[in-house]
């Protein structure tokens, strides 16, 4: 079990933890090994998928302390929601291609490269 794992599952199981530094850090530390593809809400083991019941914990961990935020451009897209799970900006160097139609990405979730976006669709954190 990795630390961060033991702690994701502590914080999950506590109270009042809405505004608690060290548990944003944590969760800002998770979402980041989840959008580089180092931990998953599931693994395929011998064939079947298995849940990573922390993962699933940590995501929903992440909404729980999350701040609401205004978000997008404000010109003509603009979003309220969790300020944890912003919308996913690719750059060329990600080499994921997002077709423009009204879909997004949050941040937490892995698009490897050479994967193609295409609207409608909607990514949330550990998919």
């Avoid at 989840?34 to 083991?45: P, Q, W």
């Avoid at 077709?99 to 698009?111: E, I, Q």
């Amino acid at each position: 079990m990795s630390p961060l794992q033991t702690e994701i599952e502590r914080l999950a199981s506590s109270g009042n933890i809405e505004d608690d530094a060290h548990a944003r850090s944590t969760f800002l530390e998770f979402r980041n090994a989840l959008s580089r593809g180092e931990i998953r809400a599931a693994d395929k083991i011998d064939g079947d998928w298995v849940v990573n019941v922390w993962v699933k914990q940590g995501i929903l961990l992440g909404f729980r302390i999350g701040q609401l935020s205004s978000m997008g451009s404000g010109e003509c897209l603009s979003f309220v929601d969790k300020d944890t799970f912003p919308a996913r900006k690719f750059t060329i160097e990600d080499r994921v291609r997002v077709v423009p139609g009204g879909s997004s990405v949050r941040l937490g979730a892995y698009v490897a490269p050479s994967v193609i976006c295409m609207p409608p669709m909607f990514i949330n954190a550990g998919a």
